[in-house]
């Protein structure tokens, strides 16, 4: 059943490729005919995987492009597709009939609710836990039952990478002694001494229940904490950013190598830094590593700066129904010291379901926006008036709000206002109009 699986999988990836289509149907198909195909490939011999809410892509992206650059044949799902069906696929494309994957390394991304399939057959070397939040309400249900499910899938023999900044992500070695390696950024310019957001996973310390102390903040709850009542602390980190420098896109590394950012936002950071230590620890050399990385171009599926006349325009690509991903450009656009317009749309809420729920808009923080000079809100697309609705609970007048139905509909008020700066936080189905729309010059 094994090569017959293979075989037509192949056979289905061939047809995919003449009619220039990809998808996860020949994996689909493959497990079809064979439940158990997954057991039956061949691996290489090193493998990282990477879960979490959000920076799957980017992390995992990162990991590969370091590889290939030395030199390594690297097995990844480029093309995102984490599910079981679309991990099949990957690897029935790079096998022989035989199921033999030919690689040197195998990365991959999983989908946080998948990794109790995945992990059973394909157990990697390192996994890298980005973050645990609130995402996709309908679909996830609470974040602590992703992290239960992450939890119960990783094998003893895992090698965890996790951000020490994130106290929920120790939960991970409360119970079980996972090996693992912790990252951490130091205190910046960017830190702040008292908390700005409300709606937050974690408050409370995970072992006594009594309140987490910090003595700074980077973002929502990362920053360095200790419990007010017992031993639960930010851990001792092997691995620390020690600058971030937003204006020239890098950060630097133990005070040691200054590395360059796909982006001036901190989920570029982190994401950075989990994918430099992931390969240090797999034993690549660190100055090659640091070159690599170097080489990268911007990340434009995620962020895009272009200046329209005499306004700088900001377009940031945001997961919809992650409250952490908006509230990440929220303090993007913080950072900005002048007049602001702030655009929030998307076409659909959701490619995977019909739910509609909007649940998610009332864990953002938009209230943070009342105090850093923004003049006007633009709410666009099909839920444009449910989006005004919670920028006005927020507390912004309604003569600041501005309903439009269709992305180009903006452009006469965006020409006309006189903002310094244009914040367009966005869903990916709304990145490339609004590209579009802005791109007389630019800017990276």
Request: net charge neutral; charged share 25%; hydrophobic share 35%.
């Amino acid at each position: 059943m094994k090569i017959l699986a293979v075989l037509i999988g192949k056979l289905i990836i061939l047809a995919g490729k003449i009619l220039k289509r990809g998808s996860s149907l020949p994996g689909k198909i493959a497990l079809k005919i064979d439940k158990n195909l997954l057991n039956k490939f061949k691996l290489p011999k090193n493998i990282i995987a990477v879960t979490g809410s959000s920076g799957k892509g980017s992390t995992s992206s990162i990991i590969a492009h370091v590889y290939k650059s030395m030199g390594y044949k690297v097995i990844h799902n480029y093309s995102g597709a984490n599910l079981t069906a679309g991990i099949t696929t990957m690897l029935l494309e790079n096998c022989n009939l035989k199921g033999n994957v030919s690689g040197d390394v195998l990365i991959f991304e999983v989908d946080e609710r998948y990794a109790k399939y995945i992990f059973p057959y394909i157990k990697p070397d390192e996994l890298i836990v980005t973050n645990i939040t609130r995402d996709q309400p309908p679909r996830q249900g609470h974040f602590d039952l992703v992290y239960e499910d992450i939890k119960s899938a990783i094998p003893k023999s895992t090698h965890l990478i996790l951000n020490g900044d994130d106290p929920y992500l120790l939960k991970f070695n409360l119970e079980n002694e996972y090996k693992t390696t912790y990252f951490s950024l130091d205190k910046t310019d960017y830190s702040y001494i008292e908390n700005k957001f409300k709606n937050l996973n974690i408050e409370y310390c995970p072992k006594c229940n009594k309140k987490l102390k910090y003595e700074y903040y980077h973002f929502e709850t990362l920053g360095m904490y200790k419990c007010s009542n017992c031993d639960f602390r930010h851990p001792d980190s092997e691995f620390h950013i020690t600058n971030i420098d937003y204006e020239n896109y890098q950060m630097t590394i133990n005070n040691k190598y200054t590395v360059k950012l796909q982006y001036d936002m901190l989920y570029s950071v982190y994401n950075t830094m989990s994918a430099y230590v992931a390969t240090s620890i797999m034993g690549l050399d660190e100055k090659e590593i640091v070159k690599s990385i170097n080489e990268l171009n911007s990340n434009n599926k995620i962020y895009n700066h272009y200046t329209y006349g005499n306004k700088d325009v900001y377009i940031l690509n945001n997961k919809n129904e992650n409250s952490t991903t908006f509230n990440q450009s929220i303090l993007f656009a913080e950072r900005f010291k002048g007049t602001k317009t702030v655009i929030i749309g998307w076409k659909e809420i959701s490619r995977r379901y019909e739910f509609n729920d909007l649940s998610w808009l009332y864990d953002i923080d938009f209230e943070i926006l009342k105090n850093c000079e923004v003049d006007n809100i633009l709410c666009v697309g099909p839920n444009a008036k449910d989006i005004s609705v919670r920028i006005e609970l927020a507390g912004f007048d309604k003569d600041k709000i501005h309903l439009f139905e269709e992305p180009l509909s903006v452009k006469d008020f965006i020409s006309k206002c006189k903002s310094k700066y244009i914040f367009n936080i966005l869903n990916f189905d709304y990145v490339e109009p609004f590209k579009n729309l802005f791109n007389e010059e630019a800017s990276i």
